[in-house]
């Protein structure tokens, strides 16, 4: 419990500096994105990563994916990447999207020296509209850097809006019946066919927190027979080949403050927060079991 507690306060502090101290984080709003780059990157050196500045140059403008790993971790090693975009639309705070996942990346950051699993984090810049699926995009500018550097990516969890939980669940209409939960007290995983294998070990590491509802979804054709599923980062990892997942509290099918000025930190259950971060440690202790 103590522990938990201790979580809870240190990711309220994240979401309230990203949303309050800083405010929306648009390429093309005042300094708020670059704010944001330099708070993400405090945390990263703190926790005692690596932190490499991948900069790149939006219709002039300088933004930056920031990729941390632990130090002495070789170049041409397998690794698994744990990601979240830091950006907003301009209208929003952002505290769900996507401060919320920013918060538990840089929570789970701190911890990352406790596992043999060969991990980096990325905060990505730059997933939302108007970037979002165009070569601009952070993500997949990271993706095809590493692509070209012949990085052997083994999967990527990219945390997408992980702080909201409601009384009722919303699903889009392919879903309705498909026995998910009424009430969205859960956190989802999504994968497509490629990435079977590790939604597995991620849903078994999640599920051996019983405090934490986990549910999960697999699509075809690289979740093109159902659009809403390829909505954040980890659908660049897919289009690259590499298997990826995204974890969510399903984002607009449960949070009506979606994209709004009312995505504030008061709205997220911080609680839940906590559980995740505590949630994907195991998932990350399941996926070095497996590697072993």
Not at 64 to 88: M, W
Not at 199 to 206: D, F, I, K
């Amino acid at each position: 419990m103590a522990e938990t507690l201790a979580l809870e306060a240190d990711l309220r502090a994240h979401v309230d500096t990203l949303c309050q101290e800083i405010g929306p984080r648009a390429p093309f709003l005042g300094h708020g994105l670059l704010q944001a780059q330099f708070y993400i990157r405090e945390i990263l050196d703190q926790a005692g990563l690596q932190v490499e500045e991948q900069g790149y140059d939006y219709f002039g403008k300088p933004v930056a994916n920031l990729i941390a790993r632990s130090p002495g971790q070789p170049d041409g090693e397998g690794f698994y990447l744990i990601g979240a975009h830091y950006d907003t639309v301009p209208a929003t705070p952002g505290a769900d999207d996507n401060a919320s996942a920013v918060a538990v990346l840089l929570e789970l950051a701190k911890w990352t020296r406790q596992s043999s699993l060969p991990l980096r984090f990325a905060a990505f810049t730059l997933e939302e509209a108007p970037a979002f699926s165009t070569r601009d995009q952070g993500s997949r500018v990271y993706t095809r850097r590493a692509a070209a550097r012949g990085e052997h990516i083994l999967g990527a969890i990219v945390l997408e809006m992980v702080g909201y939980t409601c009384p009722r669940q919303h699903y889009p209409f392919a879903l309705r019946w498909a026995g998910y939960p009424e009430e969205g007290n859960y956190i989802g995983v999504v994968g497509d066919w490629r990435s079977r294998k590790l939604g597995r070990s991620v849903l078994n590491g999640l599920r051996k927190n019983p405090r934490l509802p986990a549910e999960s979804l697999t699509v075809p054709f690289k979740g093109w027979i159902l659009p809403e599923t390829r909505l954040s980062d980890h659908a660049s990892f897919w289009d690259c080949g590499w298997p990826a997942l995204m974890v969510t509290d399903t984002a607009f099918f449960r949070n009506p403050n979606y994209h709004t000025p009312r995505d504030r930190p008061e709205t997220l259950n911080y609680r839940f927060m906590a559980e995740l971060v505590l949630g994907l440690e195991l998932a990350i202790e399941e996926l070095a079991q497996g590697s072993r």
